[in-house]
């Protein structure tokens, strides 16, 4: 009953708000989403000057670790304590954590101090997609939010492609901390209008928060983490490190799932996994996370080793590829708005993307940049397809209690996906282009490719003519099997996607429909 007297509330306050709150707060969230997205992409760019002002070389990655394990291990934590206590205040709760976080990392006089403060930095992004999508959740109707979906392929377009630039344009004119600090007044902008004008119901859980269970998941999420950050680059991938990561997060997660059988107020309530919709959801957007973080990380690469692209070039020439995302996310919503179906997009998406990472396998060193411009543009309409509808059918597939926890365990499942897949078609990759050297180039295209097969354009330039060309065709060919393997990973994708039942979407046309369980 109290169920569906929050609901009927959120109904009824949507028609009068929507023309003078609804696309305030939606510009909010659409910032805060920037902030999200953007920061990895920025920092990128800065961290070269950051180590020659920091130094501690040795510990660079772990300030891309400490934020990812951070930001994963407290994504579900962040959409439960939404469910429990009302999402308004939670959500800016996350904000300010990645603010001060933001800020404290700015500050950070050694390694060891910024590595600290983005982990703090980290635990309040793992609130802001999950924040955005709930409250979207929350305020517009299934069947309506499929307008909005261009706005938020965008946002995420927008990042890609603006990251690395406007990360490279604040550390060369304002320093490295500014790509910290510029997250504070944009911050402070989406708070005071989340403040003002976003009105939710407000809850207050008698229930305890589920603390065990919170801690076996975040014990799983860091073993899953460092299994796929380390392995193959600081430790062979049978490794007893390795090994013992991996038997600490099995158990972790097997307890976890038992534990959640048992707890009053579980993290990830395990009866919406009964949602036959809400679990091939989760499959395929962790399958789209491992694909879509793979190519964007590899298709730079091989425009700046093997079609002479620079690095800020590079960027751009992912515009087909961007361009295309957002064009089919606007129509997908359009038509899923117009028409209340979306079964086609799941399935056309998964089909366009096994296609497109296809084609894009097939790629040599002599490929022009408009042929890998259409390639890229073919993976973009799939990947338009499936981005945001994998959030719109999970968050239909569950009741409104459940809106947090839902859109939190989504946003898990695709940044676990991305994780495997930056790390399992990294070390295809970087296999392929070590194999590849050694046999054109002899033992001084391994002594090359020895401590990385990713090359920057200065080590590059410097090597002879001979082994250029060797590593040009090295990298065609780990590109191959890398794209190969998302292929394949996208055709599994697509049969998930046969799978899914079309389900009225919630609040959907002018006659309401109760949608009935998936």
Known sequence: MAQAQAEAQIADAIPEKRPRSVRVVLLA???????????????????????????????????????????????????????????????????????????????????????????????????????VMAIIGDLIPPRERGKYQGMMAGVMALAMIGGPLVGGTITDHWGWRWAFYINLPLGIVALLAISAVLHLPKKRAQARIDYLGAGLLTIGITAIVLVTTWGGTEYAWTSARIMELIGIGVAALVGFVFWQTKAAEPVVPLHIFRSRNFTLMSVIGFLVGFVMFGATLFLPLYQQSVQGASATNSGLLLLPM?????????????????????????????????????????????????????????????????????????????????????????????????????????????????????????????????????????????LPDAVREAYQHAVSSGIHSAFLLGAVVAVASLVAAVFVKEVALKGSGPKEEAAPAA
């Open 29 to 131: 969230l659409m910032i805060t989403m920037m902030l999200a997205m953007l920061d990895n992409m920025i920092i990128g760019t800065a961290m070269p000057t950051i180590v020659g002002e920091l130094g501690g070389l040795e510990h660079l990655s772990w300030v891309v670790t400490a934020y990812t394990l951070a930001t994963a291990a407290s994504t579900p934590l962040w959409g439960k304590l939404g469910d429990m206590y009302g999402r308004k205040g939670v959500f800016m709760s996350s904000i300010v954590l990645f603010l001060i976080g933001s800020a404290l990392s700015g500050m950070a006089q050694d390694m060891g101090q910024l590595i600290g403060f983005r982990a703090v930095q980290g635990l309040g992004a793992g609130g802001l997609m999950v924040g």
């Open 322 to 462: 961007l361009g295309a995302m957002l064009v089919t996310s606007m129509v997908a919503g359009r038509v899923t708005t117009s028409t209340g179906r979306y079964y086609v997009f799941p399935v056309l998406g998964s089909a366009l993307m096994a296609v497109g990472l296809y084609l894009l396998s097939t790629m040599d060193t002599g490929t022009s940049r408009l042929t890998s411009g259409v390639f890229m543009a073919v993976v973009g309409l799939g990947m338009g397809c499936l981005m945001q509808v994998t959030m719109l059918v999970a968050q239909n597939s569950v009741e409104m209690k459940d809106m947090g926890v839902a859109s939190s365990t989504t946003t898990l499942f695709r940044t676990l996906g991305s994780s495997f897949g930056v790390a399992i078609m990294g070390a295809l990759f970087n296999n392929r282009v070590q194999d590849v050297m050694a046999e054109r180039a002899g033992s001084l295209g391994a002594e090359v490719t020895e401590q990385s097969a990713q090359l920057d354009a200065a080590s590059l330039a410097k």
